[in-house]
């Protein structure tokens, strides 16, 4: 019976039907507190108008921030710019409902960063990649 099937790569066309299933899955589950994505991606620009820092995030069904990627260029590092960039998000995702926020990164990134701004490691991949780890991190909003 399996011999039935088909596996092909997917592509840009079927990602709507993919996402479209799990949501509707997850929200027969879960009712969601809100009803899209809310994008909250911002940069940051220094005097010549050059992009110096980034975040990719957004909230979620269940108001939880959901951060993506964060960057600073090497040159702005260890100046409080990546802590300046993650507040102005958090506190836009609270003025916005989110209770929790939620990312993951490596210990060759930015481990110590996240700790240092409050979040707490609640999982990990030991030797991801290979001599490193990938580590899960949660921080509460609100409550």
């Known amino acids: 019976m399996i011999s039935e099937f088909i596996i092909e790569p997917c592509e840009k066309e079927n990602i709507p039907k993919i996402i479209d299933g799990i949501n509707e899955y ?4 879960v009712p969601a507190l ?6 909250l991606d911002y940069v940051i620009k220094n ?3 050059n992009e110096i820092a980034g975040i990719l995030s957004g ?3 269940w108001q939880g ?3 993506k990627i964060i960057w600073v ?3 702005y590092r260890n100046k409080g710019i990546g802590t300046l960039i993650l ?4 506190k836009i995702a609270r003025d916005k409902g989110a209770t929790v926020s939620m990312l993951d990164t490596f210990d060759f990134q930015a ?3 996240y700790l240092k701004n409050g979040y707490e490691p609640i999982g990990e991949i030991k030797n991801f990649p290979n001599g490193h780890k990938r580590i899960y991190f949660s921080k509460r909003l609100i409550g």
């Open 26 to 29: 997850n929200l027969g589950k």
């Open 34 to 39: 809100c009803e899209t994505w809310t994008a």
């Open 47 to 49: 005097e010549s108008g």
């Open 59 to 61: 909230i979620g069904y």
């Open 65 to 67: 921030l959901e951060i």
């Open 73 to 75: 260029a090497e040159s």
């Open 87 to 90: 507040k102005h998000v958090e």
């Open 111 to 113: 481990e110590g960063f």
